[in-house]
């Protein structure tokens, strides 16, 4: 596995397997490598060779008082799981060579990137829009590979591919959940005694709202209910949204139809966690996967 530190190599790198009609796969990340990410990587490796894998804690897509200057940093371990799976390329760019100095350009893509998470963290999709059109442009990845953890950015990120005639075709991956079924992030660290346990009242919401959709429930105030039920009776727990939006638009629904998703944020203590279920449209049922 090569690391590459400058923008410059890993532009370099990208040319050649252009040149030898290589399809490069692209898997960005902030580090602190679980078994989600490392998922990623494996399907990328079935569609693509070479694979880079980025690792970088992008300053921009923090808030005032948001967890940056904390956010796990396990370089050493990241790369040798990366090392493991043969990956090709580790891009890790300080700071500088992404926004070097007198940096001014910034992504937006208005309307989706507001809502839900982007109402309750101003800033934070532009940050990380920027920051992904930057790593598309240095790489030039055929493909990219992001998890469905984080739905509304992989739809934005979709968008701005779209809106902006990107090559890069972005690929969403399920969910990687512990065996309790908490999903995996790295922000899991965080969770200190009974917290580890009070997070999973995100999971099981979602899978009672799921019971319902199995009971014929289609509305989503009834369904939100049963989500809202589950996480108040867990102590420690405070919802900062839940929603069942439109999977396109991610706009609200009035009851279920083609494809929705379930989200849910909330904070365990002190620390913010985001989970969702895909809900699609089965002829005249409704297939949740969580």
């Not at 589950?230 to 706009?251: K, N, Q, R, S």
Request: hydrophobic fraction near 40%; charged fraction near 25%; charge should be neutral.
């Amino acid at each position: 596995m090569e690391i590459i530190r400058s923008t410059a190599w890993m532009k370099q790198a990208a040319r050649d397997a252009r040149r030898n009609e290589r399809l490069l796969g692209l898997v960005p990340t902030m580090g602190a490598l679980h078994e989600g990410h490392l998922s990623l990587v494996r399907e990328a490796q079935k569609q693509c060779s070479p694979v880079a894998v980025s690792i970088f804690v992008n300053p921009t897509q923090f808030g005032p008082g948001e967890d940056f200057q904390k956010y796990p940093r396990t370089f050493d371990a990241d790369a040798a799981a990366l090392e493991n799976l043969r990956v090709d390329y580790l891009f890790a760019p300080p700071p500088e060579e992404i926004y070097p100095r007198g940096f001014r350009t910034e992504v937006t893509v208005e309307g989706l990137g507001e809502m839900l998470e982007g109402r309750v963290r101003p800033g934070h999709f532009r940050g990380v829009t920027t920051v992904v059109l930057k790593l598309f442009e240095i790489a030039q990845p055929r493909f990219a590979f992001f998890g469905r953890k984080d739905a509304q950015q992989a739809r934005i990120i979709r968008q701005m591919a779209a809106d902006l005639n990107l090559d890069a075709e972005i690929v969403v991956c399920p969910i990687v959940r512990e065996p309790d079924g908490l999903a995996m992030s790295s922000r899991n660290a965080y969770l200190k005694g009974s917290e580890r346990h009070a997070a999973t009242a995100l999971y099981r919401s979602l899978d009672a709202m799921r019971c319902e959709i199995a009971k014929g429930e289609r509305d989503s105030v009834r369904l939100i209910a049963a989500m809202r039920g589950v996480l108040g009776a867990e102590t420690g727990v405070a919802p900062d949204y839940v929603e069942i939006v439109d999977g396109d638009t991610f706009e609200p629904v009035v009851s279920l139809r083609k494809t929705c998703y379930a989200l849910i944020a909330a904070r365990v203590g002190s620390t913010r966690l985001i989970d969702n279920a895909l809900i699609e449209q089965d002829g005249d049922s409704f297939r949740v996967t969580v």
